[in-house]
C-alpha cells in the first residue's frame, strides 16, 4: 500500500514542488509508479491563480471516480496552491478526496498518508510558514530529461498585486540558505544536467543574512555561474521594481548566464500598474528593458500580461498594444482577468469589463505579439547560435531540438548529434513559435 503516483498543474515551482514531495515519501520507503491504475495514493499538485486552471483540477477529479471505483483502495489527495486557498471545505465538495496539504506542509505528508490508511479518515494540512524552505530536502528529478533541472530558491511572494492570489496560497516571503542552492547545482552539475533554473516568485529579491554579510541574487547567480562553464543557469521570475543593474552586470559577464529575462508587465497602462499594486509605471518598465538591452544587446525579453483587469478602458487596453510595440517581446504569456477570492481586488475593485470584451482584448493582444514573434525570429535566419539539444522534434525521428541561450527551440537534422550535447546550429527559417537550422559543421 505505499505506490504513489503524482500529477502536477501550474507554475514551475509546483513541478519544483512534486520532486520534494516525491522525495520526502520516497524517504519513508513509498515507491512512484507511472501508471495511475497501480497508485494506492494518488496526489494531485495544483494551481489556483485563475478560475479555470481550478476548474481542470475540479474536472481532473470526476475522471479519477472511474479509477476509484476500480480500485477501492486508492486514495486521492490535494496539495499545492488550491489545497491552500480552500483547506479542509475541499473535502466537502469533492467527495472522492481524502487529504489536502498546503505548500509548507509537505513534510507532514508521511504522518498524513498513513493516518488516512489506517483510521480511515480524512486529514488537512494547511498551516504557512515563515521559514520553510525545504533546502536539505535533495529533489528526485521528475520526468527529467537528465539534461535541465530547477532548483527553487526561495518561496512565498508577499507583493499583493491586487489580482494575484499567490501571497496567500503560498504564504511570506523567504530565501533559501545559499550552500545549500550551490551544494544542489553542483550535485546536479556532477550528475550530468547541463541547465538549471533558479525559481523562485520574485528572485530579485533573495536575500540571505549571514556573518559576512549578505548574499542578493545577483551574488547567488554568480556563484552558481561559477560551478561550471558547461553549466547553463536560467532564472524566473522577474519583478520589474526589483530588477537591478547589478543583476544585468552579472548576466553580462557570464557566458553561460542564459540570455533571456521574464519580467512580466502585466499592463501597459500607469492607472491600472497602480491600481494592481505594481509598484513601477510604464516610464519605469521601459527603462528597465532599456537597461536589459543596455548590458546585453542580444537578450530575450519575454512577459506575462493580463487583459480586462478592473476598471480598464479601452484607451488602457491601447496602452497595452502599444507596450507590446515598443518592447518587442519573444514570447509573452497572455490572460484574461480573473477575479479571484480573497485578493485586495476581490475586496476594493469591480470585475466590471464584460467577459466577450476581456476576450476581444486578449485576442487584439495575442494577434499582435505574433506577429511581433515571427518578425523577430525572421531577423534570427542567417545567425549561428549555441544550442543545447534537448531531444528528439515531435514532428520527426530524424530531427533534432534544442534551445539557444535566449531560449529559442531550434529544431535541426539529427546526424550524429545527441540530447545533452552543445552543438552550434545555423537558422535557416522560423515559425513564429520556432526557429529552424542546420548544424554547422565546424
Ligand atoms: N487573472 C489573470 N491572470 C493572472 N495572473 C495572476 N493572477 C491573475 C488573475 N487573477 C497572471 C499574471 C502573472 C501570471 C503568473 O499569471 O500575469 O504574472
Ligand atoms: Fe504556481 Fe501561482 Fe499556480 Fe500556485 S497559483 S501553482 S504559485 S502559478
Redesign the pocket.
Known sequence: MKNIYIETYG?QMNFADSEIVASLLKKEGYELVTEIAEADYVLINTCA??DNAEQRIRKRLRELRAQQARHSQMRIGILGCMAERLQSQLMVEEENVSFVVGPDAYRRLPEILARVRQLGVKAAETELSTTETYDDIEPVRLGSNGISAYISIMRGCQNYCA??VVPYTRGRERSRDPETIVAEARSLCEQGYKEVTLLGQNVNSYRWKCDGGEVGFAELMERVAEISPTMRVRFATSHPKDLSDRLLEVMSRHDNICKCIHL?V?SGSDRMLKLMNRHYDSAWYLDRIAAIRRYMPDCSITT???AGFCTETEEEHRMTLEMFSKVRYDYA?M????M?PNTYAEKHLKDDVPDEVKTRRLEEIIALQGQIALENNRREVGKVYEVLVEGESHRSKERLFGRNSQNKVIVFDRHEVQPGMYVRVRVVDCTAATLLGELCTQ
Open positions: 507554475c491563480i485563475r489580482y494575484c512580466p502585466q506575462d500580461v493580463i504569456y490572460f484574461k482577468f480573473s479571484r
